[in-house]
């Protein structure tokens, strides 16, 4: 794995590391010694950022003894023994220590790297409350700008305005805060965010308490989330002084609200906890989201007032190709359950509020809807069961129609009329068979004349007569359609145009990826939405393999499979999300599925998903599909999703309608894509 395409940091991912050295109490040389260990190991890690605990050179808790002129010395030397043994080490450091200036004591960080100091930032805000007298021994940063100091007889920046800028990293800029810092009103991060810096890190002491841990956590979260940056947290640990307080040593890193990584607690040894961090992620998000940059302008630009210090902090040697962080193989589907539970509970009823709300302003008699015994058309149809039951409305408003064609198997013909039964509906079947025969003749098309053909001609016939049946019904019986496809099918153009399944009134599933439709079903489920007998038919229809069913099985009985024709939905479902609501580059979406999909063992799988579908794929399947997803998304199916009827939005991971979140031209192409991930693949794929 030598090519360029299996490093991280050709995908715009940067390695950082939350320190947890064991302190020695007020024994510079030795938290010196232990850093340096650390710096070592991080080193050997391929680490590119490194953050210590608050005063880790000190120690945090030695109260008074901070303004002993000895203890001062002894905290210049070990920065020193720091700053050379960092000559040979790749990370970026930053170190907790005091440091006089201009007569006052600071608590600072100190950035340094390749045996040089690169500056020097303060604590904004000084706690003095509760546990906390730090104002007893040192002056508060907030204010302090513009400076230096001289450290060891050579001058560097010293104040709160500074950014670190690594120049031959693209997206890479890191913002220092203290502790305090970050639980203040306004943290000095979020202005540093502004200024540009992509990885904010805080070094801190912070005592551990009842419940502090959570509230760590979450302000952690939350500044990532709200700055649109990395946040990268540690706390000091073992070895620091107990005399009256305790400390866990818990490291964090968070990016964009999404935690990473979380360091075990209350270890008794150093730890050092790793993660790889997106800056590409970040720059883009910070793009497609102009409130960022809004602030910044409406904050007077801080990155007009920052000192940028630039540094270059080069190639990490060999090139690292393994991963720290996980990829959750189905974006749309969180592999925890509580989220996933939390998950489907919202977007069911996201669902049936929307459907809820046409009804009431369409004032209409009925609801129409087709009903194939497939997952889709089953999802759509409990929707507007429940939507019925929320408005007080008797079910058999619902006028559920199943169309069987040519090719519809009888399992799911049975499973159409179970349904349609089970819910109360009033049910109908249409044979479309001697229509679309009259057509086929009508089109002089060689099926009428007894050949096998089984062209777009022959599918779409079918298709075409099962909506127009719909929206006729609709109007003899004072209603609209409900759609059925969902997000999935109209990001693949997997739909036939106009009077087709591209078209209905209203379509309830367009916001729902096909991954997560199956997990919705067996939510109804297992949540209790409907009675038993509801519950065994819709786990039934679970069991049905995806097919048009437009064409007759093959001679060896075969049924038309969707996924055979345009490849697995897990996989295109996890390209959309990264295209969509990223805008990734196409190498990096199949950097990133790779990473994802190619051990079956690894990682956590969706709770309930079928052992059959516990699949993997390796690199030349990842750029098969993603090239078919490219040529599909881009190519030719913009023209689709222009003419989108209205349905509601269901997840943060984005819709396709053109009033919403993606506008693409319908004469657009797929070359420039294409392109792309062409020239990033290893020779030996693609």
């Not at 502790?179 to 992509?198: F, I, K």
């Not at 459907?355 to 009925?366: I, N, P, Q, W």
């Not at 889709?376 to 069987?404: C, E, N």
Request: some cysteine; overall charge negative.
């Amino acid at each position: 794995m030598t090519h360029a395409f299996w490093s991280g940091r050709t995908h715009g991912l940067v390695r950082v590391a939350a320190a947890t050295p064991r302190g020695t109490v007020g024994d510079p040389a030795a938290n010196a010694a232990a850093a340096v260990a650390l710096a070592r190991q991080a080193h050997d890690e391929q680490v590119d950022l490194v953050v210590f605990p608050e005063l880790n050179l000190s120690s945090y808790a030695i109260d008074d003894l901070h303004l002993q002129a000895a203890q001062q010395r002894a905290v210049s030397a070990a920065l020193q023994t720091v700053v050379a043994a960092s000559e040979d080490v790749h990370p970026l450091l930053l170190l907790g220590a005091p440091l006089p200036h201009r007569g006052r004591l600071y608590n600072c960080a100190v950035a340094v790297h390749r045996g040089r100091v690169l500056g020097v930032v303060p604590k904004s805000f000084l706690p003095n409350y509760r546990e906390y007298y730090e104002k007893r021994w040192f002056a508060p940063g907030a204010g302090v700008v513009g400076q230096t100091m001289v450290l060891a007889g050579v001058e560097v920046p010293f104040g709160t305005d500074l950014v670190l800028d690594a120049e031959d990293v693209d997206g890479l800029v890191v913002g220092v805060e203290i502790c305090e810092d970050m639980w203040c009103p306004s943290p000095p991060s979020s202005r540093l965010a502004l200024a540009g810096a992509t990885v904010l890190a805080n070094l801190s002491a912070s005592n551990i308490v009842i419940g502090k841990a959570r509230d760590r956590a979450l302000l952690c979260a939350a500044q990532s989330l709200r700055t649109i940056s990395a946040y990268v947290f540690s706390a000091a640990g073992p070895g620091e002084s107990t005399t009256d307080l305790a400390w866990d040593g818990q490291g964090l890193v968070h990016e964009l609200g999404e935690e990473l990584a979380a360091s075990p607690r209350f270890a008794e040894s150093a730890a050092l906890l790793t993660a790889d961090v997106d800056v590409d992620r970040i720059v883009s998000e910070r793009m497609r989201t102009p409130t960022h940059g809004d602030t910044a302008a409406a904050e007077g630009r801080p990155e007009d007032h920052v000192r940028r210090v630039r540094f270059q902090l080069g190639e990490v040697q060999p090139a690292r190709t393994d991963l720290r962080r996980t990829v959750a193989r189905f974006p749309f589907v969180p592999d925890d359950p509580d989220r996933l539970h939390e998950d489907c509970y919202e977007a069911f009823n996201i669902q049936v509020d929307g459907l809820t709300r046409r009804l009431t302003a369409t004032g209409s008699r009925t609801l129409l809807i087709g009903v194939s015994g497939g997952i889709d058309s089953t999802h759509a149809l409990i929707v507007a069961a429940k939507a019925m039951d929320r408005l007080g409305r008797p079910r058999s408003d619902i006028h559920a129609v199943t169309m069987p064609g040519f090719a519809t198997s009888e399992g799911t013909r049975t499973n159409a009329w179970r349904l349609m039964e089970a819910m109360g509906v009033t049910a109908q079947e249409i044979d479309i068979r001697p229509a679309a025969r009259q057509m086929l003749d009508d089109l002089d098309h060689p099926y009428s004349e007894g050949q096998d053909v089984y062209d777009v001609t022959f599918e779409n016939v079918q298709a075409g007569l099962r909506t127009d049946y719909l929206f006729r019904l609709a109007n003899h019986r004072s209603g609209f359609v409900l759609g059925t496809g969902d997000l999935s099918e109209m990001a693949l153009g997997w739909c036939t145009y106009g009077v087709g399944d591209q078209m209905s009134h209203y379509a309830i599933n367009t916001g729902v990826p096909k991954t997560l439709i199956q997990h919705l079903i067996r939510w109804c489920v297992t949540s209790g939405q409907f009675d038993d007998a509801t519950g065994e038919v819709l786990l039934d229809v679970l069991g049905t393999e995806i097919s048009p069913e437009l064409v007759p099985a093959d001679a060896q009985g075969r049924i038309q499979s969707t996924e055979d024709a345009i490849g697995p939905y897990a996989l295109h479902d996890f390209f959309l999300h990264h295209v969509v609501r990223y805008g990734l580059a196409p190498s990096k979406v199949a950097f990133l599925a790779w990473h994802a999909w190619h051990d079956v063992e690894a990682g956590r799988w969706p709770e309930n998903l079928p052992p059959d579908e516990h699949r993997a794929f390796d690199l030349d399947e990842v750029a098969r599909w993603l090239e078919v997803f490219l040529k599909r998304f881009f190519g030719f199916s913009q023209f689709k999703r222009s003419a989108i009827p209205n349905g509601p939005k269901v997840s943060g991971g984005g819709a396709l309608s053109p009033r919403g979140d993606w506008r693409a031209p319908s004469d657009g192409t797929a070359t420039p894509y294409l392109a792309e991930l062409a020239a990033a693949l290893p020779p030996t794929s693609g």
